[in-house]
């Protein structure tokens, strides 16, 4: 197994038995557009590859655990992780697999639902700004400001906000995404790298996936009856992920659309990118002063002269 790095930043695969995977394949920056429906939402026949791509999973992981430390320790750059997805299509567990052994003092992972009485009398990006990763850390919104394009355009919620009129004169979908776009710039050009990423799962995987939940005992408690009522506007999710991709995505801030039928591959794709953005900011441990070194030499020679 031969692993290429490129220095653009979407340009990086891993080559085995000749085949080549891109996450060009994967990535939306503006310049490409994005069909749902031609997209492929499991592993594109390469189950083959799964015991290859689970290795190169883990020790990617590795390296973003010592890349990780090196950000946190130089504080120079922040990263946010916006995760979306339907229901049951594994936001919990990429997370798991791809997070779970960075150090916890370095990354906080936000869960966002319905908006509390107190958040709705704000804009709809006020709770997410207050969650913004300071500089050295990274913050995952496992379900982002994006709902506001996606949940709320599916069932046009904005026309029962209590807002002033000139807030829904014209288009409101399009003036939130107006909204996003000049806020990730904003955040983009302080210091915070945005990774955009759609797990994109079949109508019929998660049908499996709810059949699963609801005959183990021990998954009970994910199940919930607005899962099955939400699969009726599942096409109308469908249109609205692509129009919220096509009309965010940027250069500067991508999309990623990760095939998640197949949750190792999903998870092998997501290791690629997060390893791919840690190097794109390149950290360095900082260095020390003289009186810092000189510091340090005299505590070793203090502890090395402690009596046993």
């Not at 709705?120 to 394009?149: C, M, Q, T």
């Not at 249109?239 to 991709?245: K, R």
């Amino acid at each position: 197994m031969q692993r290429t790095d490129l220095n653009c930043r979407s340009k990086i695969g891993i080559a085995i038995g000749g085949i080549m995977i891109r996450l060009d394949d994967y990535t939306f920056d503006g310049t490409n557009f994005f069909d749902i429906k031609a997209a492929c939402t499991d592993s594109c026949g390469r189950e083959t590859l799964k015991n290859e791509l689970t290795e190169q999973k883990q020790k990617n992981v590795e390296e973003i655990m010592q890349l990780q430390e090196a950000l946190f320790a130089e504080g120079r750059e922040s990263i946010l992780i916006c995760l979306q997805a339907l229901d049951g299509a594994g936001k919990d567990s990429i997370i798991k697999h791809v997070f779970s052994g960075i150090n916890p003092s370095g990354i906080t992972v936000y869960n966002y639902r319905t908006p509390s009485v107190i958040e709705a009398n704000h804009d709809f990006l006020w709770r997410y700004h207050k969650n913004i990763p300071p500089k050295g850390r990274i913050a995952i919104f496992n379900r982002s400001y994006y709902e506001e394009v996606l949940v709320v355009k599916v069932h046009e919620d904005y026309k029962n906000y209590k807002v002033a009129p000139r807030m829904l004169e014209g288009n409101y979908i399009e003036n939130k995404y107006a909204d996003i776009l000049a806020w990730e710039k904003y955040l983009y050009g302080n210091g915070t790298r945005i990774v955009k990423i759609f797990l994109n799962v079949s109508k019929d995987e998660q049908k499996r996936r709810f059949l699963k939940r609801a005959e183990r005992s021990d998954k009970h408690w994910k199940f919930s009856i607005n899962d099955i009522k939400e699969r009726a506007f599942f096409e109308k999710y469908q249109d609205a992920f692509q129009d919220a991709i096509n009309n965010t995505s940027t250069q500067n801030c991508p999309w990623y659309v990760l095939p998640a039928d197949d949750k190792w591959f999903a998870r092998y794709l997501l290791s690629e990118i997060i390893l791919k953005e840690l190097k794109s900011i390149n950290p360095i441990f900082p260095g020390i002063t003289k009186e810092q070194k000189d510091g340090i030499e005299e505590c070793k020679k203090l502890l090395a002269s402690e009596k046993k």
